[in-house]
């Protein structure tokens, strides 16, 4: 199993569902793993009765609430020290505790995702504050600009944190009508894709080419969004 990092104070659970039924429809077997302190997945993913910790199946794939390491998840399943039979988890974390408790800095690939306000960025960065060694991150930003100083401000805001800058940069444009299409989401409980602006579905397709190269091809996640209506 292949662990991906979704790191950062900015509200990304909407991003990494997306991702997660991409990867489903590719015939991936995908757990989602909701470590953020808000737990929004609780509330934006139907469950028949959501406790304290549990999992769920939502568009063909897993997603588990309230889980403080990998272990616990396993102790959950009662499989012991097994490996969990998963092709990939995507975890969702905002705060240096879980970065910790899942030992995040093992992941596969980590993405550090952010809007320009300053609650998201400082709040991003401080959860990478315990690190002691480099961390290599794919900058995954959300703007309504798109210009170079947002850029250039966060490089200036992590200098002094052990981050290592993957050359790659993905930009997702802030727009009212992509909002319009998560919120529709929730309430039908789908994900839905295909009315999302061109620019975020190619955001998408370019992100999900730098974190799962070679696993999936480049046209096939292409002509998965163009089918999830």
């Known amino acids: 199993m292949k662990i991906i990092g979704f790191l950062g104070g900015y509200d990304k659970i909407d991003l990494v569902l997306f991702i997660a039924k991409i ?3 590719a015939k991936k077997k995908i757990l989602l793993i909701d470590a953020t302190l808000n737990q929004k997945a609780k509330y934006v993913v ?3 009765n959501p406790t304290r910790t549990y999992m769920t199946d939502f568009e063909g794939f897993d997603v588990a609430v309230g889980f403080k390491s990998i272990e616990e998840i396993k102790e959950y399943l009662g499989i012991g020290n097994k490996e969990l039979d998963y092709d990939f988890a995507l975890i969702d974390i905002d705060t240096s ?3 910790q408790s899942f030992n995040a800095i093992k992941n596969y690939a980590n993405c550090f995702v952010t809007a320009f306000d300053l609650y998201s960025l400082k709040k991003g960065l401080e959860i990478l504050s315990s690190c002691t060694v480099p961390i290599k991150l794919t900058k995954v930003l959300f ?3 798109m210009v170079k100083e947002e850029n250039e401000y966060l490089d200036y805001l992590s200098l002094g944190y052990k981050i290592k800058w993957d050359d790659e940069i993905v930009n997702f444009p802030i727009e009212l009508g ?3 299409v998560t919120v529709e989401n929730q309430i039908v409980s ?3 894709i295909k009315r999302l602006s061109d620019h975020y579905k190619e955001s998408l397709q370019y992100l999900m ?5 070679g696993e999936i091809p480049t046209k096939e996640i292409s002509k998965i969004i163009k089918s999830l209506d």
């Open 23 to 25: 990867l489903t429809v």
């Open 46 to 48: 139907p469950s028949i």
């Open 97 to 99: 505790e879980m970065f």
């Open 143 to 145: 703007s309504k600009n």
């Open 178 to 180: 992509n909002y319009s």
């Open 190 to 192: 789908r994900i839905k």
């Open 209 to 213: 080419q730098i974190i799962f190269n």
